[in-house]
């Protein structure tokens, strides 16, 4: 019988609290169990596919989390002063949430409608951005691409401790956003 007070939302924000702490890749059951008071077989009432199950249901949260704070960031601006606050947010949450932000790396699979629904309302908040661009259909998703890899590859390095000269981090982030802007107010039709 399930304990009484915890459902699948507790598990998984558990999980995102141990996640965010310590990593993604430190997320067990039994990290989960110890910290929920359980024994780790009793979550399988709560998330019935185990590690797999927590880790798709953390990254579907995250892409909601993420969508709404993007979705905030972008209310009442358009083009770039939309793209750099986006971009702001986007670093903010991946910072705040290192293991939520882990999980949510990953497409969804075709079967999984949560998963994909989370990921489309990202999506569209970062499409409704690049439509101040002109940009629609195809190329949107082809820049929806560009921006991720930019914002993410810029904040995985900062991440893993890639960046260690000593010149401002913040400065470079302002010049990949004027690059990104630059580069979706010139896109090739």
Known sequence: ????????????????????????????????????????????????GGLADVRRRLGTRGARELAAALQVAAAGRSRRDALRAVAHAYRAYAHAHPGTYAAMQRAPEAHDAEAGLAARELIGVIIAVLDGYGLGDDEAIHAVRVMRAALHGFVSLEQDGGFRMPVALERSYERLIAILDLGFSQWPS
Request: glycine share 8%; proline share 6%.
């Open 1 to 48: 019988m399930p304990r009484a007070g915890l459902d699948p939302e507790a598990v998984i924000a558990a999980a995102a609290k141990l996640a965010d702490a310590d990593g993604l890749q430190t997320l067990t059951l039994a990290r989960l169990a110890d910290r929920l008071g359980v024994r780790a077989p009793s979550l399988y009432a709560h998330v019935g």
